[in-house]
């Protein structure tokens, strides 16, 4: 049984509980990163380094907050 405290941090760190999960599922800890190759068009990577100049993010950062955004909706 979850005390109140602990249900709380969990609602509130839901991204926190949810990679534990993860890593308590499969073994690998979810915040590492991997490299991978794919195409952009010109125009969307010249809007990425826009953005990154512009905020001081990387641009893997950038990518990193738009997939999260995108999977809460």
Sequence with gaps: MLSPELRRIMKEDRKFTDMLEEYDRTGEF???KVRRSF???????NKLKKVSR???KSMSAIID???ENCLKE
């Design 30 to 32: 979810p915040l590492d």
């Design 39 to 45: 195409t952009l068009r010109k125009m969307t990577m």
């Design 54 to 56: 512009k905020t001081g």
């Design 65 to 67: 907050s738009v997939v």
